[in-house]
């Protein structure tokens, strides 16, 4: 068992000696050696060195929630959790963190991860979450940083020697504050100009990067061996031993561009998902359209037919591509943009019934002015609204149900011979559902009110499906990859 007087002593310590680089730094190049400096130069030496190493979260208000720990293991942990408690609140304020202790809360159970980001963005402060796991002879410590604005939370796990747990716990809370504070472009804590290098993190402290590699490789595939499909349809060969080649072609460029963007640029499994809804529901409106509207006046319907999808597919790349340079897509906003083809789409074909008074005649056209419209709006709203998962799929839920529910009770105005305005009534009955379940639904998963959401039971969170690496598998020392297809995000 660990001393929590021995825990703080042991921070204090490691923030003072990493405080002592930072002075030095300040200190202007031309000042004298130290033998020489004059009273009035080591006066106007410390000023300078307390303005550059100034964080940009000094005196932000802090919460550091208690150390959470495993059900099983709360009697024989508490002791080492609240040494780490009183550590990490010394050591916060050591970093120029204003320590609350009025939000802590009583309970170490393992806060929910959405619920705490909500929290930290209602009230506009840190919250400092860390967690213990005992691992025999070692302690497995995680990390977590909550900031105001963020829609992601800073993680550090690391296993670690018991008798170290104090020096790393204050290394690591130093390091997220770090990157904390470059993120938002100011200077570091401690005067440093970087997070921690990569060996002092760690084992399990390598962050993640590019978590949507593979996803956005498949899509790009896929959409390449099209592309190369609908270049030889529109030039009106039907050669196979052009049909190959270009496929091959395409696929294998489609593969390289996504993995030279991957290496390039942090692409997550959201950001893959919000790229492909601009490659695949724009190509789709392109086809609809043209069916509906001009191939009928068209020389070779099937040859332009293709080139007008490859115009929407190129056209909603680059609209996706100009939404993600806004920043990072949230996994609710990725879904909120496919979601709005395929309802888009739904609503442009009752448009379309009702314009016509023809329920009978497939509305072609409708369908993909719906799409394409129903897309681009909601890939704009993605990226200004806040949304999770759990939500947009409960709206999608609410839509269809309200509009098949009108639609089943409406039915009887369709049957045997109906006349127009019959058909209109029932495709106006069909929307009016579509409509009210879907507001519905929304009405039911908004937030009464800012922090109310943390104080209540969280919604599933269904996440976003991800291509790749999902496990490991080990034999005696020898390890191999298991590659499949997993979801992202955990499920109550």
């Given at each position: 068992m660990i001393d929590p007087w021995h825990l703080r002593g042991r921070a204090r310590a490691l923030a003072l000696a990493a405080a002592l680089p930072a002075f030095v730094v300040a200190l202007p190049a031309s000042a004298e050696p130290a033998g020489a400096a004059s009273p009035a130069s080591a006066a106007t030496a410390r000023p300078a060195s307390a303005a550059t190493a100034q964080p940009a979260s000094a005196e932000r208000p802090t919460v550091v929630l208690p150390t959470a720990l495993a059900p099983d293991a709360v009697e024989r942990a508490a002791p080492l959790a609240s040494a780490l408690d009183a550590l990490l609140s010394d050591t916060a304020q050591d970093l120029g963190l204003s320590v609350e202790?009025?939000?802590?809360?009583?309970?170490?159970?393992?806060?929910?991860?959405?619920?705490?980001?909500?929290?930290?963005?209602?009230?506009?402060?840190?919250?400092?979450?860390p967690s213990l796991e005992l691992r025999g002879d070692d302690v497995e410590l995680r990390l977590a940083l909550a900031s105001g604005g963020a829609r992601s939370l800073r993680v550090r796990v690391e296993r670690v020697a018991r008798d170290e747990l104090a020096v790393r716990a204050a290394v690591m809370l130093r390091d997220l504050v770090a990157e904390l504070d470059v993120g938002a472009g100011a200077a570091s804590p401690l005067g440093q100009e970087a997070p921690c290098s990569e060996p002092c993190r760690g084992r399990l402290a390598t962050p993640a990067r590019s978590l949507g590699k593979a996803t956005l490789a498949a899509n790009a595939t896929l959409y390449g061996g099209l592309v190369g499909f609908s270049i030889q349809r529109s030039s009106g060969s039907d050669d196979p031993r052009l049909l190959y080649p270009l496929l091959a072609v395409g696929a294998g460029i489609g593969l390289g561009g996504a993995i030279i963007i991957a290496e390039e640029w942090d692409v997550g499994v959201a950001d893959a998902w919000y790229l492909g809804s601009g490659t695949w529901w724009p190509t789709i409106a392109g086809h609809l359209i043209y069916e509906g509207r001009f191939a009928e006046h068209a020389e070779d319907p099937d040859q332009e037919r293709w080139a007008s999808g490859l115009i929407g597919g190129t056209a909603g790349i680059t609209l996706a591509a100009l939404?993600?340079?806004?920043g990072r897509m949230s996994e609710g906003g990725a879904l909120m943009a496919q979601s709005g083809g395929g309802l888009g789409l739904t609503l442009g074909g009752l448009v379309e019934w009702a314009a016509r008074g023809d329920v009978q005649r497939t509305p072609i056209a409708g369908m993909g002015y719906g799409a394409a419209l129903g897309w681009l709006a909601a890939a704009a709203a993605a990226t200004q609204l806040d949304m999770t998962a759990a939500q947009v799929l409960t709206i999608d839920v609410g839509a269809l149900l309200g509009g098949l529910g009108a639609a089943a009770l409406a039915s009887p105005l369709v049957f045997e011979s109906p006349t127009q305005a019959q058909q209109r009534a029932w495709v106006g009955a069909a929307a009016g559902g579509f409509l009210l379940g879907a507001g519905v639904a929304w009405y039911v998963t908004r937030p009464a009110f800012a922090g109310a959401r943390a104080a209540s039971p969280s919604w599933n969170r269904f996440g976003l499906p991800m291509m790749g690496v999902i496990g490991e598998s080990v034999v005696g020392s020898r390890r191999a990859p298991a590659l499949g297809l997993g979801w992202q995000g955990a499920i109550p």
């Open positions: 202790l009025a939000g802590r809360a009583a309970s170490r159970a393992r806060p929910d991860e959405a619920e705490l980001i909500e929290r930290a963005r209602a009230s506009d402060k840190l919250f400092i979450a939404g993600l340079s806004l």
